[in-house]
């Protein structure tokens, strides 16, 4: 039972179906009993540097590409600037955090925003069926803070042992070099951890109009810390002033005929025009604990907060104003990372948010080279001082000019190299009791939210929902259908049903194939 008094379903077993196929080893050739689940102190405590298989699977997934990036390939971008409320709705925010660009109401910090889809390549349609990468890098006085998301609030999965098998899945055949929509159903229907997501990609929400008319959001839990070293768990929501609009089937299709530029020209036209669009920044917040009120677990990136419950208050404004003059040395070359944060901010241990930390800044290095924060683009607009040298594509020496000794590039030294800074305000300094496990979370429930999403959507939304996911499965063999329409059953039974009859399968025998039989999530 999980620890709500709710049956698990398989997404929490250790085993998986027995599917016929060869062993399963890492590229030194040993077995592997476990690639559902990266090892952490207990089933929801942070992740271990020792995860070898965790770490050599996403630094060669990072490496696939070259030189495009393996996901998120697809972008536009702008300048802009972020301006402070100094609070959270009414509350001080030196309440929650001391992060420092935050504290003042009025005060200003550059940014540059990349907006992209995700699974497809450089010169792809910006109509496609995708979720919409929105990653702001702020310049701010403590150095960058890299905030990255996307427009559907949730991801697929909720541990990083499962990303490069994910964005494999959704990627071209590696034979045909073709989508194929049985891969992309193959993987989901074993992976029920998917369906809020799913539901949600085929959907209206899967297509926005284009960048300027979308939300954006953190989607993983963070923390925040103040003063006192206290810690409260946060998620960050971009919310536009321009109308959020999204598109059905056709409207993309009729636009793909004519433009596959067509979001990052309204983007470019809108700001040249001096329509800067504008979006609010919302934060929910709660206490970092484990929450046993709720049905779920409030570190699980598949899910959102109810904003019932947590209600988003906004703490700042984002504003594009100006384009990039040149769209491979700033769009192309930005570089963000999930792990670039400042005082004040800080991680939550949610499984996907620590694996994405070490993966993104690791496929910088790759894709820009390790010297991609010495670029324009990605640098800090404060002095920098560190005791890394050389590298490929070095073209200056941190530090020098300030007074520094250029003979010393180590630490501690008492000739003339950077130093050590006093503490400042007390670290957050959380502790564990638990087990190092390789473990599902306790609370998945996989079904409850995607199930309130169909239901929230309206009638327009649900009809094109529906019919998208017909179009697609229609392609998919009787085994994956089967599966797929078990989980929209659990989801919701008139989601399974409409589902169900749209690719021409009986309800009774639909009704007969537990889709908990997928077990890996």
């Not at 607009?381 to 007074?403: C, E, F, I, P, S």
């Amino acid at each position: 039972m999980a620890a709500n008094g709710t049956p698990k379903d398989e997404s929490d077993s250790d085993a998986s179906p027995a599917f016929a196929g060869p062993p399963l080893t890492t590229r030194q050739g040993q077995p592997v009993s476990e690639n559902q689940h990266s090892r952490t102190v207990g089933n929801r405590g942070p992740a271990t540097l020792e995860n070898y298989h965790l770490l050599e699977k996403i630094a060669h997934f990072d490496r696939e590409r070259i030189p495009e990036r393996v996901v998120h390939a697809r972008g536009a971008g702008a300048h802009g600037y972020f301006e402070a409320y100094g609070t959270v709705g009414d509350v001080p925010i030196s309440t929650y955090t001391r992060a420092r660009l935050l504290q003042e109401n009025g005060k200003r910090t550059p940014l540059f925003v990349r907006f992209s889809t995700v699974v497809h390549g450089g010169h792809s349609p910006e109509s496609l069926r995708d979720p919409r990468g929105f990653a702001v890098k702020f310049y701010t006085e403590d150095g960058n803070w890299d905030l990255v998301g996307n427009n559907l609030q949730v991801f697929f999965i909720r541990d990083a042992m499962k990303f490069p098998d994910l964005v494999h899945a959704f990627k071209p055949d590696p034979v045909t070099n073709r989508q194929d929509a049985n891969r992309i159903f193959d993987f989901v229907s074993l992976s029920p951890s998917a369906m809020h997501m799913v539901t949600f990609l085929f959907s209206p929400w899967g297509i926005p109009q284009d960048y300027r008319h979308m939300r954006g959001s953190g989607v993983h839990a963070y923390k925040w810390v103040n003063e006192a070293g206290h810690a409260v768990l946060v998620k960050y929501h971009w919310i536009p002033s321009q109308p959020e609009v999204n598109l059905t089937q056709a409207q993309a299709d009729a636009i793909q005929s004519t433009n596959f530029n067509h979001a990052t020209q309204d983007l470019y036209d809108a700001i040249e025009s001096g329509n800067f669009p504008e979006w609010e920044l919302r934060v929910q917040i709660i206490e970092d604990h484990a929450h046993p009120e709720l049905d779920f677990d409030p570190l699980d990136p598949t899910k959102v907060w109810p904003p019932e419950q947590f209600p988003l208050r906004p703490i700042g404004k984002m504003v594009l104003n100006r384009n990039p003059v040149n769209y491979f040395a700033e769009v192309e070359q930005v570089a963000f990372g999930t792990g670039v944060l400042v005082d004040g901010l800080d991680f939550s241990d949610d499984k996907l948010l620590q694996g994405r930390t070490f993966s993104y800044s690791d496929t910088q290095r790759y894709r820009v080279g390790p010297n991609y924060l010495q670029l324009p683009i990605n640098a800090p607009k404060v002095q920098v001082n560190t005791n890394q040298r050389d590298g490929a594509m070095t073209y200056h020496v941190d530090a020098l000019g300030q007074g520094a000794n250029p003979h010393v590039n180590y630490e501690p030294t008492s000739r003339g190299g950077s130093q050590e800074q006093s503490k400042g305000a007390p670290a957050h300094e959380p502790a564990y009791e638990a087990r190092l496990v390789r473990s599902a979370i306790d609370r998945t429930n996989d079904y409850g939210q995607a199930g309130d999403r169909f239901r929230a959507f309206e009638d327009w939304e649900r009809d094109e929902l529906v019919s998208n996911l017909v179009g697609a499965l229609a392609q998919c063999n009787p085994d994956i259908q089967e599966r797929m329409v078990g989980h929209f059953s659990q989801c919701d039974s008139n989601y399974g049903r409409r589902v169900a009859e749209g690719l021409g399968l009986t309800v009774n025998g639909v009704a007969a194939v537990p889709a908990t039989v997928a077990a890996t999530s």
